[in-house]
C-alpha cells in the first residue's frame, strides 16, 4: 500500500508562489501518473494537473495554465507543484493521488485515481 504525503503548503499573499511537494512510499511510484486535486470549503474536489508516469506528459486544469508546473524526480519518488502567481480562489486544500494503473497516460478524472494523501493547506490571502 502506497503512502503519499504532501507538504509546502501555508499562507502567502496574493501573487506569491508555493512549491508543493508529494513523497511516495514504495518502490514502483516511478511507474504510476500522478494528479494533484484540490477542494475548497463547501466545492467538490476539483482537477488542478497531473503528470504520465516518465514524466513526459502534463494536463493541466483551464485555471492554472500558465501559473502551475508539474514536475516529478523519481529518483526520489516525490512529485512537485510549483504554484506562482497565486490567486485568492487558488485558495484549497491540495491532494496528490496516485493512478490505479501502472505505465497511464495522465488524466483529470478522480475516478482513475485510487491512492491519495491527506492534503496540505493553501491559502491565499488578498
Known amino acids: 500500500q502506497v503512502q503519499l504525503v504532501e507538504s509546502g503548503g501555508g499562507l502567502v499573499q496574493a501573487g506569491g508562489s508555493l512549491r508543493l511537494s508529494c513523497a511516495a512510499s514504495?518502490?514502483?511510484?516511478?511507474?504510476?501518473?500522478v494528479g494533484w486535486f484540490r477542494q475548497a470549503p463547501g466545492k467538490e474536489r476539483e482537477f488542478v494537473t497531473a503528470?504520465?508516469?516518465?514524466?513526459?506528459?502534463?494536463l493541466y486544469a483551464d485555471s492554472v495554465k500558465g501559473r502551475f508546473t508539474i514536475s516529478r524526480d523519481n529518483a526520489k519518488n516525490t512529485v512537485y507543484l510549483q504554484m506562482n502567481s497565486l490567486k485568492p480562489e487558488d485558495t484549497a486544500v491540495y491532494y496528490c493521488a496516485r493512478r490505479r494503473l501502472i505505465r497511464t497516460i495522465a488524466t483529470p478524472r478522480l475516478e482513475d485515481y485510487d491512492s491519495w494523501g491527506q492534503g496540505t493547506q493553501v491559502t491565499v490571502s488578498s
Open positions: 503528470i504520465t508516469w516518465s514524466g513526459g506528459s502534463t
Open positions: 514504495g518502490r514502483t511510484f516511478s511507474l504510476y501518473a
